[in-house]
Every structure is written in C-alpha cells, then in structure tokens.
C-alpha cells in the first residue's frame, strides 16, 4: 500500500475501507464528518446513548456539579446506528503519524457523544479501541454496522460466567453423556482467563479426549452468557468439518448452523463451519467484527503465510484446539495465542487419560519380520529404507508385512475387544504412495478372496465417493480394513479400531501422534481393551515410544512406575506441524486408485484446457465463472463428475499440481477460466506481514518499525540484520531504532521471526 502524506490523502482510503465494511460516507444518517464537538454540550442533553457510566461517575475530565463535558474539537467520523446513535469517532491521521498516538485526542469526542467505540486510523494501521473495557488494539479493517450495534447490545447484556453452571451432563448422539472433570476445568480456566480480558486461549488435549464436545459445551456457555451471537469453526479437512458440524447440530441445537462449502452463498447463522482452505478465499466477504468467536482445530497447523491470514482478519475471541503436546508446538502458536512458551491455558495428558481410562492403552506386536528397517544391500548396493517405493520396491516385502499383521491381527483381536464379532476388528494400514496402498490392499485381499476383493479397501482422494466408503468403513462389518495414503491419519475418528499398521517411515514426531491417535478412543460396546501397532519400519524405536514409556513428544513419559520424565526438545527445535508431503520435491503427482504417475504440468494443462472445453455446456461450470452462488449439494455433484478415471480432478492432486496448498476446487476452477488469478508473491507476503503483525503483542512504535523491514523484505526475499547498517536503512538509523525499540537480543529474535513468519516461502 502507497504512503500517505497527508491527512486528507489517508481520507481517501479511510472511505474507501468504510465502503468495503458496508458504511456509506455519502450517506449522512450513517457517516458524518468533520463533527463538532462543542465544550457546551451536557451529558444530559444528549440522545439516547449506548452505554451508561456508572452512577456518580462523571465523563472524562468533567465537572461533577453540572456533568459538564470539557471537550472542545471536531471528530474526523462518526459513524451511526440505524437508529441515529453514535456508535464509533474515527480519528484520521496522515501516514507519518502512528495513529495509535491519538488516543487521548479521540477519547473525549466518544465520551460527550456517548459514543462506546473509537477507531484510530492512518489508512494503513487501524486500531479499535473499546476504551471502557481494553486498551486499543491493531485490526485488520473497519467494522461494520451491524457489528457495532451487536458489540454495543452485548456489552449491556452480558452476565457473569460465574453465573452460569457448568452442567453435569449433555446429550450426544441419543445418548446422555457425563461431561468429565478435565473437560469442566478447561472450561473453568476459559472462564478465568476470559474474564481476566485475555481474548486468545489454547487448549492442548490428545486425541480422543472430546475436543469438540467440550467446545460445543463452552459454547453453549458464551451463547447463554450473552459473550456471543456469531461463532465460526475452522478445521483443515472435510472429515473433521463434518465431524464438528454433527456435535454442533447435535449438542447446539438451538442455534443454527451450516457448513460454508466454496462456491455456496454465504448464510447469516449463528454458528459457520469451514476449511481454511475455503476461508482463506472469502475472508473478504466478512467484516473482521462479524464474528465474535473463532474455534480454530489443530491451530498448530494454521498460523503459518495464508493460513494465519484467515485467523488474524477476525477481532474476535481466538480459541485454538491441538492434540500436539506443548514442547513441539512451533513458538508462533504461542504468541498469536497468548501464552508463555509451552504453557497453553489448559493442558491435560495422554498419561492422565490412559490413567482416568478415558484413553485405551496400546502394544507394540512382537515377532514382526522387519525386513525394512535396515534396508537391503544387493549387488554391493544399498538400498535405503528411505527411499522405498520412492526409488526402489520389493514386493515380497510389501506381501510379508500383509501376511504377518494378518496372521497377528487375527490371532490378537479377541484378547483385544472381547465383545468384537466377527474378527479380527477394524484397521488402518498406512502406505507411503498411492501405488503402494493399491497394491497392499491387493495383498490383503488374495488372503481372504471369500470376500472378493471387499475385506481391505483403498481410501484416497481419487477414489470414487471417498465419503461413502469411509461412512461404509465405520458403519459396515466390510471392508475391514482401510488402506490409505495422508488421509486417515489425522481428523478421522473410528472408534472400533483395533490395529494400526506403520507400512511407511514417519520422522515427525506430530504426525506419529495423530496417526497413533487413530487407536485411542474408547470402545465399551465391543468392549475393547487395547489396540495394537504393527510398525514394520522401527519409528516407534525411533520416537523411544513404548507402552511403558509413552512417547508425547517430550523425549519421555511414565516409567513403568509411574514416574514423569519429561525433557524439552534440545536448543530451539521447531516442529512445523506442517502435512508430511512426499510428492513436493518432484515434477509429478500419483493419480488413481493404482497410483499413476503424470507431470505435474501437463496435469494443469489438461485440467485447464478440459475445464474451458466443458464450461460452455456444464451449466454448473457456468454458474461458477459467472460467480453465481451454488446451491446445497452441488458443489459435490460438480467434485464427483470431475474425480472421473479419465482425469481424476480433485482438490489434493490439484494442489499438489500447482503447488498451492490453500486452494480448493472451485478455485482451481475459476483459475481454469479466467476468473481468479493466483496471488503474486507481493500479494502473499503483504497478507502474511499483516495476518503476523496483528497477531503479536507490539507497541505502535514497534508495529511501525516492523512495517519499515517488512518493505525491505519484500524487496529482497528476506530481512537479515546487516541490511539495517546498508542503505536505504542505515539512513533511517534502522539499526539504532531497532535496538531502542526491542533491544539487542529482542532485534535480532523479532527479524527472524519476521523471516520466519512472512518471507520463509520466498526465501
């Protein structure tokens, strides 16, 4: 964004973001400019206001004998409820000046006026002051109307927390479940952190425990308090979207609730459900007060680049959700939550569950064959266990691992689950490639050909209905067992598993524990006492993972008597949490069922050149290059037509094929025809800087400071400390500055975590 040098120039485009948050500056009954503020002007005079001091208070500097306002001036804005009210006093400042420096010029305008909001702006840093409440705070754009009258309404209707129980039980699913001690403690240390004003709070509970049920319950709790009207719940896969949604409409029910599904026209319900990768797309089409709450699960995977984009738009109250014990969540997570490093706002463990028995404990097989550990050494070659099915295969190896989780699982799976008929119980074998899943599920199948092909079955992106087979596979007796590549190892619940098979190499300690998470929920109707991983490539001795000693990311657990041995991961290791993508480093993606490998950019090419083809007859194709809004189901109906054998078009291999990992089907569509252009790298780094900027605890003068590197970035990729002592920076004593505003050390950690954060992608 251009400087602006004056304040009239910072007008401009202060209108102009009044527009785009639905204010119309022409319109009078809504906008005033320029309005005078007379020293004359009684409280008790005034109109109808939206709040009201306590009383015996006097305004802000004035005279308790006559409540005479001292307050001689004019207001820049003041923007109006339909009802003629003021809501907010705008203070414009030219873009020299920090606008947060006019606190005190703007704070006696909104009292005489009785206005309970004030917006402090240069055109390109915005903040929101509720100054009878917080301290004014960096936004991400203007609010609108309807957000200020719904913030107003709340703040005269709220209740105490404390006065609202924490209920025993709840209905889930037809059942009556009792809602458990740890889920009532993290509400209580919601309850305290919110009422102390903290507005960003992370939840760290393992797999299994009820995270979206004790979401939906703390919910329920805000709606009745009166703390929110609007809620939005951010997940990165359709699984867990789906999942979110059914507790919402189950324990919520009385209040609505839907899915925003791309292309779909955007509904006023209470409660949004959506992929960040959906959001990331339309985070413009909301005001960044339209919510007031945004649940963000595995929030450790969402505050990276465009990611956090999605989160930082929304000034709302920030509740994160991770399974990923507290030493290897990436120190970002912690600072756009709130919290010292390492210490989320509730914590409660896998040892603690596996403990309270709302956990089922797991084993390791013993016997397994495991003929890829070490590799294979041919022709005075090694091959390293590395790259298997990557440069080098073995089919005996694949046909042994088969036969010998076959042969365990079979021989375990009554001692397992007493109450699992018929046997050997469910299971999830992950693979390394989508050949690889193809032709294990192969293998498995020609053990038991009395089911003709049925008993294992492949679930991956290309799969015809991947939703139906998986809703087969948790409802089902067949297929037994699901073979996949990426897609069940995080965000799938299936509480009948009794098996886990490791068939690839897993070095990400995160990952591990989602995908180990897979085995953990409970189980009483087929009362299942333990599961089983069968790791046929040592990641369990790799993570020193054990079911004496379980691994939590820490480098320990509790010793066989119960000990806590905990220890921090050694120096500043950082675990990025990011999708374990083989495929990135390579021209090409698998597509199929058997894995087919095609160039990545003849696969666009033939995406784009069939989407233009089909689009002059597929009149849901026309609806999206003509920006029509797609009705309910249709969106799916346009993804299953796409996922055909002849192309296999759908969002994972597209993603992968253009190299985007935020972008959905729709999108690619509307890239296809014209209609969308993917974001420069200027654009991308522009959005990051802002989505980061807000996201952390700075002082104005910091803030400004950061904007000055961020250019310096943009330019060449990346920020390092020797830029501050070269020109065009040392002329502005960058280095000097940086060191008054942060200190040395302080300097140094905020570039690179400027680099870290905004410019890791380009660098």
Same mark, same amino acid.
């Given at each position: 964004?251009?400087?602006y040098?004056?304040e #009239?120039?910072?007008?401009?485009?202060?209108?102009?973001?009044?527009r785009q948050a639905?204010?119309n500056p022409?319109?009078?009954?809504?906008?005033?400019?320029?309005v005078?503020?007379?020293?004359s002007?009684r409280?008790?005079?005034r109109t109808?206001?939206?709040?009201?001091?306590?009383?015996?208070?006097? #305004?802000?500097?004035a005279d308790?004998?006559?409540?005479?306002a001292?307050?001689?001036?004019?207001a820049?804005? @003041?923007l109006?409820?339909?009802?003629g009210?003021?809501?907010?006093?705008?203070e414009?400042?030219k873009?020299?000046i920090n606008?947060?420096?006019?606190?005190?010029?703007?704070?006696?305008y909104?009292?005489?006026?009785?206005?309970?909001?004030?917006?402090?702006?240069?055109?390109?840093?915005?903040?929101?002051w509720?100054?009878?409440?917080?301290?004014a705070?960096?936004?991400?754009?203007?609010f609108?109307?309807?957000d200020?009258?719904?913030l107003?309404?709340?703040? $005269?209707e709220r209740?105490?927390?404390?006065?609202v129980?924490?209920s025993?039980y709840?209905v889930?699913?037809?059942?009556t479940?009792? @809602?458990?001690p740890?889920q009532?403690?993290?509400?209580q240390?919601?309850?305290?952190?919110l009422?102390?004003?903290?507005r960003?709070?992370l939840l760290?509970?393992?797999?299994?425990?009820?995270?979206?049920?004790?979401?939906?319950?703390?919910?329920?709790?805000?709606f009745?308090?009166?703390?929110t009207e609007r809620?939005l719940?951010?997940?990165?896969r359709?699984?867990?979207?789906?999942?979110?949604l059914?507790a919402?409409q189950d324990v919520l029910s009385?209040y609505?609730s839907?899915?925003?599904?791309p292309?779909?026209?955007?509904?006023?319900?209470q409660i949004?459900?959506?992929?960040?990768?959906?959001?990331?797309?339309?985070?413009?089409?909301y005001t960044?007060?339209y919510?007031?709450?945004?649940?963000?699960?595995?929030c450790h995977?969402?505050?990276?680049?465009?990611?956090?984009?999605?989160?930082?738009?929304f000034?709302?109250?920030?509740i994160?959700?991770?399974?990923?014990p507290a030493?290897?969540?990436?120190r970002? $997570?912690?600072e756009f939550y709130?919290?010292?490093t390492?210490?989320?706002d509730?914590s409660y463990?896998?040892?603690?569950?596996?403990r309270d028995g709302y956990l089922?404990?797991?084993?390791?097989a013993t016997?397994?064959?495991?003929i890829?550990?070490?590799?294979?050494?041919v022709?005075?070659?090694?091959y390293?266990p590395?790259?298997?099915e990557k440069k080098?295969t073995?089919?005996?190896?694949?046909?042994?691992?088969?036969?010998?989780?076959?042969?365990?699982?079979w021989?375990s799976?009554?001692e397992?689950?007493?109450?699992?008929?018929?046997g050997?119980?469910?299971?999830?074998?992950?693979?390394i490639t989508k050949h690889?899943?193809a032709?294990?599920?192969?293998?498995?199948?020609?053990?038991h050909?009395?089911?003709?092909g049925?008993y294992?079955? @492949?679930?991956t992106s290309d799969?015809?209905d991947?939703?139906a087979?998986?809703?087969k596979?948790?409802t089902e007796?067949?297929?037994m067992v699901? @073979?996949?590549?990426g897609?069940?190892?995080?965000g799938?619940?299936?509480?009948?598993?009794?098996?886990?098979v490791l068939?690839r190499?897993?070095?990400?300690?995160?990952?591990?524990?989602?995908?180990?998470g897979r085995?953990?929920?409970?189980?009483?109707?087929i009362?299942?006492?333990?599961f089983?991983?069968y790791d046929f490539f040592r990641?369990?001795q790799?993570?020193?993972?054990?079911d004496t000693?379980?691994?939590t990311?820490m480098g320990?657990?509790?010793?066989?008597g119960g000990?806590t041995?905990p220890s921090?991961p050694?120096?500043?290791?950082?675990e990025?949490?990011?999708?374990?993508e083989w495929l990135?480093?390579?021209t090409?993606?698998e597509?199929?069922p058997?894995g087919?490998?095609i160039?990545k950019d003849?696969?666009v090419?033939h995406w784009?050149?069939t989407?233009?083809?089909?689009?002059a007859?597929?009149?849901?194709?026309?609806?999206?290059?003509d920006?029509?809004?797609?009705?309910?189901g249709?969106e799916?109906e346009l993804a299953?037509?796409?996922n055909?054998p002849?192309?296999?078009?759908?969002?994972d291999?597209?993603r992968?094929?253009y190299?985007?990992p935020?972008?959905?089907?729709?999108?690619?569509?509307?890239?296809?025809l014209?209609?969308?252009?993917i974001?420069?790298?200027?654009e991308?780094?522009?959005?990051?800087?802002?989505a980061?900027?807000v996201?952390?605890s700075?002082?104005?003068?910091?803030?400004?400071?950061?904007?000055?590197?961020?250019?310096?970035g943009?330019a060449?990729?990346?920020?390092?400390?020797e830029d501050?002592?070269?020109?065009p920076?040392?002329?502005?004593?960058?280095?000097?500055?940086?060191i008054?505003?942060?200190?040395?050390?302080?300097?140094?950690?905020?570039?690179?975590?400027l680099?870290?954060?905004?410019?890791?992608?380009?660098?």
């Amino acid at each position: 964004m251009s400087r602006y040098e004056s304040e #009239a120039d910072a007008r401009i485009v202060i209108d102009e973001l009044l527009r785009q948050a639905g204010w119309n500056p022409a319109d009078k009954s809504m906008v005033r400019t320029e309005v005078h503020v007379s020293e004359s002007f009684r409280v008790s005079e005034r109109t109808e206001h939206y709040y009201a001091r306590p009383t015996g208070v006097p #305004a802000s500097g004035a005279d308790p004998a006559t409540d005479v306002a001292p307050t001689r001036g004019r207001a820049d804005y @003041v923007l109006y409820d339909r009802r003629g009210r003021p809501l907010s006093v705008i203070e414009a400042k030219k873009n020299a000046i920090n606008p947060y420096v006019a606190k005190q010029q703007a704070l006696p305008y909104a009292e005489a006026l009785g206005a309970p909001f004030i917006f402090l702006t240069n055109g390109e840093l915005t903040y929101l002051w509720d100054y009878q409440n917080d301290d004014a705070r960096p936004i991400a754009g203007f609010f609108s109307q309807r957000d200020l009258e719904r913030l107003a309404e709340m703040r $005269t209707e709220r209740k105490p927390l404390a006065t609202v129980e924490i209920s025993g039980y709840y209905v889930r699913q037809g059942e009556t479940r009792t @809602v458990r001690p740890y889920q009532a403690e993290a509400m209580q240390a919601l309850d305290h952190a919110l009422e102390l004003g903290k507005r960003r709070f992370l939840l760290e509970l393992p797999t299994g425990t009820g995270k979206t049920d004790l979401i939906c319950l703390y919910l329920k709790r805000l709606f009745e308090a009166g703390w929110t009207e609007r809620v939005l719940v951010l997940v990165d896969r359709e699984q867990l979207a789906k999942q979110a949604l059914e507790a919402i409409q189950d324990v919520l029910s009385a209040y609505s609730s839907y899915w925003l599904r791309p292309g779909m026209a955007r509904q006023e319900q209470q409660i949004t459900v959506a992929l960040l990768q959906t959001m990331i797309g339309r985070v413009n089409e909301y005001t960044p007060g339209y919510f007031d709450i945004v649940i963000t699960d595995e929030c450790h995977r969402s505050i990276y680049e465009a990611w956090q984009a999605a989160l930082t738009h929304f000034d709302a109250l920030h509740i994160g959700l991770t399974a990923t014990p507290a030493g290897y969540i990436e120190r970002n $997570t912690y600072e756009f939550y709130q919290c010292e490093t390492d210490k989320p706002d509730f914590s409660y463990s896998i040892h603690d569950a596996f403990r309270d028995g709302y956990l089922v404990p797991y084993r390791f097989a013993t016997g397994i064959t495991e003929i890829l550990a070490e590799g294979a050494e041919v022709d005075g070659e090694h091959y390293d266990p590395v790259a298997f099915e990557k440069k080098w295969t073995n089919e005996s190896s694949n046909r042994l691992m088969m036969e010998e989780f076959d042969r365990l699982a079979w021989k375990s799976y009554a001692e397992l689950a007493p109450g699992q008929k018929p046997g050997p119980g469910k299971a999830i074998i992950f693979a390394i490639t989508k050949h690889h899943a193809a032709r294990l599920a192969h293998h498995l199948n020609a053990l038991h050909p009395e089911h003709q092909g049925r008993y294992a079955e @492949v679930i991956t992106s290309d799969v015809a209905d991947a939703d139906a087979l998986i809703r087969k596979f948790k409802t089902e007796t067949y297929p037994m067992v699901a @073979v996949s590549v990426g897609m069940l190892d995080t965000g799938f619940d299936c509480r009948e598993v009794l098996h886990l098979v490791l068939c690839r190499r897993v070095r990400s300690p995160i990952l591990y524990q989602q995908m180990r998470g897979r085995g953990t929920r409970t189980a009483p109707h087929i009362e299942k006492q333990k599961f089983v991983i069968y790791d046929f490539f040592r990641n369990h001795q790799y993570f020193n993972d054990s079911d004496t000693d379980v691994f939590t990311g820490m480098g320990g657990g509790r010793t066989a008597g119960g000990a806590t041995t905990p220890s921090k991961p050694p120096g500043e290791f950082v675990e990025l949490g990011l999708e374990d993508e083989w495929l990135e480093a390579v021209t090409y993606i698998e597509i199929g069922p058997e894995g087919e490998r095609i160039d990545k950019d003849e696969y666009v090419t033939h995406w784009e050149e069939t989407i233009r083809a089909q689009a002059a007859d597929d009149s849901l194709l026309q609806k999206v290059r003509d920006d029509e809004p797609l009705k309910p189901g249709e969106e799916e109906e346009l993804a299953c037509r796409l996922n055909q054998p002849a192309h296999y078009f759908n969002e994972d291999n597209l993603r992968r094929a253009y190299r985007s990992p935020v972008g959905n089907l729709i999108d690619f569509i509307r890239v296809a025809l014209g209609r969308l252009k993917i974001k420069s790298r200027e654009e991308k780094l522009e959005e990051a800087f802002r989505a980061w900027l807000v996201s952390r605890s700075l002082t104005p003068q910091q803030a400004e400071y950061l904007c000055l590197l961020k250019n310096r970035g943009i330019a060449t990729g990346r920020v390092s400390l020797e830029d501050l002592f070269e020109p065009p920076l040392s002329i502005l004593d960058a280095a000097g500055k940086g060191i008054e505003l942060f200190g040395e050390e302080g300097l140094r950690q905020a570039v690179e975590r400027l680099n870290e954060a905004v410019f890791r992608a380009a660098s």
